[in-house]
């Protein structure tokens, strides 16, 4: 039987912006109902775009980016970084694993910077 290799906090590094974003939000909050977090997320991309970062969805429209919020969240379920169940998205448990390590305890609500968890 062979043994999964490690996962490594540097692959958000290459998810794309959007994705990007929704792990900084995970990463502060942990666990969030999946509503709560698409409405946290599209006023989250809207005030980016208003300080110039437009180019987090395709269009600024309230439904589109909706949309392409959950198309995200359920990508990076796909991708291992996420988990869902019963209406609530949570950080995988290697990600929880790896920020207890570094913070000693996971801080939900509290910021932690990636680049620390990175370090």
């Known amino acids: 039987m ?13 998810l794309n912006k959007l994705e990007r974003l929704i792990m ?9 109902g ?10 989250e991309v809207k ?3 208003r300080q110039g970062e437009a180019d987090l969805v395709s269009e600024l429209e309230d439904a589109i980016i ?3 919020i959950y198309i995200a969240m359920a990508m990076l379920v ?3 970084f996420l988990e869902y169940r ?14 207890k390590s570094k913070k000693g305890s996971l801080h939900p609500g509290m910021f932690k910077s ?3 968890l990175l370090d």
């Open 2 to 14: 062979s043994e999964k290799p490690r996962r490594s906090l540097r692959e958000i590094l290459t």
């Open 24 to 32: 900084e939000y995970f990463i502060r909050h942990i666990s969030v």
């Open 34 to 43: 999946e509503i709560v977090a698409a409405l946290d997320l599209k006023e």
């Open 47 to 49: 005030k980016r775009a």
């Open 66 to 68: 909706v949309k392409e």
């Open 78 to 80: 796909r991708k291992g």
């Open 86 to 99: 019963n209406g609530v998205y949570r950080l995988a448990d290697w990600i929880i694993s790896i920020i």
């Open 114 to 116: 990636l680049q620390e």
